[in-house]
């Protein structure tokens, strides 16, 4: 067996006008791009965030300097899109003068997890994260990414990164306090936030 392409040989031959290396990429990543935008917004929604992460990742590709850091370049698209559809709805919000409505439904892979009191507590919690420190939180967890490739895609410097998840992360088990009726229950959840990654991640419930 070949091994597989890293993501800078499938952008080198995306841009030499190879249609196969582009599904490649786009394959690799959709459900990551995926898992970034659930919990944030609702599901029609969430559906078109993906669409337009990849077409502003097509559109910006021949400014892409470094090859090698096309992940990085993809959720940083993916995260500027997030922003400016908040944006777009507290607009529309205020105009209207009510209240956001949660999101309606939850898309495959996570419809199974949210039945687990674990996944559910640490969802709502994420969910009260202003967005910066949501962002910061799954790519670390979820995309496992290093602090040098989230700095790339949120436009930070690595020590801004450092103290984003740091900050994070004590927001976090505060939100997750504040909710959580169960001390064991929130012991729990804190204690495996990796494990509900690999959960996250592979698309089914943990053990």
Known sequence: MHP?????????????????????????????????????????????????????????????DDASKARSYLFGAAYRLLCRHYEVQRIARERADVEPAPPKS???PSRELIRREELRLLLRALRRLPIEYQAALELHYWEQMTTSEIGDALDLPSGTVKSRLRRGRELLSEAMASISSSPELLRSTLDNLDRWARSVRGGSSAA
């Open 106 to 108: 939850l898309t495959s």
């Open 4 to 64: 597989e392409p890293s993501d800078a040989e499938l952008v080198r031959r995306w841009r030499s006008g190879d249609r196969a290396a582009a599904r490649a990429f786009i394959e690799r990543y959709h459900d990551a791009v995926m898992r970034f935008f659930f919990n944030k917004t609702s599901e029609a929604n969430q559906e078109d965030l993906i669409q337009q992460t990849f077409l502003a990742f097509i559109h910006g590709l021949p400014h892409l």
